[in-house]
């Protein structure tokens, strides 16, 4: 090292000159050994101040490279390849609202239920199924009590489905238009996200901007979920509304079963027996 090779030099150098100082003693110059030491401890400690100086500059050496490679990395890193959106930008489906002009209304008890399925609003859906579906009237309370009891069951029953399936429905139109009206505002997110995503500007590419864009996408697509699950929700009761149609039906013809075999046997007696009795009452004419 340079402070070594420096030391021993000056070493040498007094050593040398301490046999010309004995020769110069008559001449006024007189060695001093304390003097000496001292001036080679300085010359050390100077050494040493020199080797620790070196260590300083190596490590901020070290440092400011670092910092270069780090600061190069991220730069790197914060910049977005400038095709990226012409690479991977795509178009999405997104609802439509039922147009008047393409829905006619002849009589004019169509234009509540397009409204219905473009608005929404539980309001809106009872306002459609009451002008476009046939209303279903109140059965005469003297007509349903002189019905023996299978009959006035399966009136019942009747009644109780069709208002189950007004209840469906009149759910259903509610949350398909509210999804519907909803759809543009959600489709404008998309799209703001979708161009802050393919941007070339720094601050969109920032890792701050990255986590609120993935923070976004997820809440967007919980959204979406959420709507989809509603759809879902709407048919699984659709589907609940037929199923309990259709066991309505297979019951009753079991039920029809059931009393026609329990009726049989009386009412094949009565034939039975008038049967008999006209021919009695032919052979007695006679």
Do not use: C
């Not at 208002?163 to 759809?183: P, Y």
């Not at 601050?203 to 990255?210: C, G, K, R």
């Not at 009753?252 to 009695?280: A, C, K, W, Y």
């Amino acid at each position: 090292m340079k402070p070594m090779k420096l030391f021993a030099s000056v070493l040498t150098l007094i050593f040398a000159l301490v046999p010309l100082a004995h020769a110069q003693f008559g001449s006024g110059i007189v060695y001093d050994p304390t003097q000496s030491a001292h001036a080679i401890e300085q010359i050390a400690q100077g050494s040493q101040q020199i080797q620790t100086a070196e260590q300083i500059y190596t490590t901020a050496y070290k440092t400011m490279n670092q910092v270069i490679a780090a600061y190069n990395l991220a730069y790197q890193m914060s910049r977005i390849p400038q095709n990226l959106a012409a690479r991977y930008q795509s178009d999405f489906a997104v609802w439509t609202n039922f147009s008047s002009a393409s829905v006619p209304d002849t009589y004019g008890n169509t234009s509540a239920w397009i409204n219905a399925l473009d608005l929404g609003n539980p309001t809106r859906a009872v306002s459609a199924y009451n002008s476009a579906v046939i209303a279903l009237q109140s059965y005469p309370g003297d007509a349903l009590s002189s019905q023996d009891a299978n009959t006035q069951a399966a009136i019942k029953n009747q009644y109780a489905s069709s208002e189950l399936g007004q209840a469906t429905l009149t759910n259903s139109l509610s949350t398909l238009g509210t999804i519907r009206a909803d759809s543009e505002v959600f489709q404008q997110k998309l799209a703001n996200l979708q161009a802050d995503t393919y941007s070339t500007d720094p601050s969109q590419q920032t890792s701050n901007a990255l986590l609120g864009k993935i923070n976004t996408a997820t809440l967007l697509q919980v959204h979406s979920q959420q709507d989809t699950d509603q759809i879902l929700a709407a048919e699984a009761a659709q589907q609940a509304l037929d199923a309990k149609q259709e066991l309505d039906e297979r019951n009753r013809l079991i039920n029809e079963s059931i009393t026609f075999q329990q009726s049989f046997p009386n009412l094949m007696q009565n034939v039975t027996g008038g049967v008999s009795d006209s021919i009695h009452a032919i052979s007695l004419g006679q």
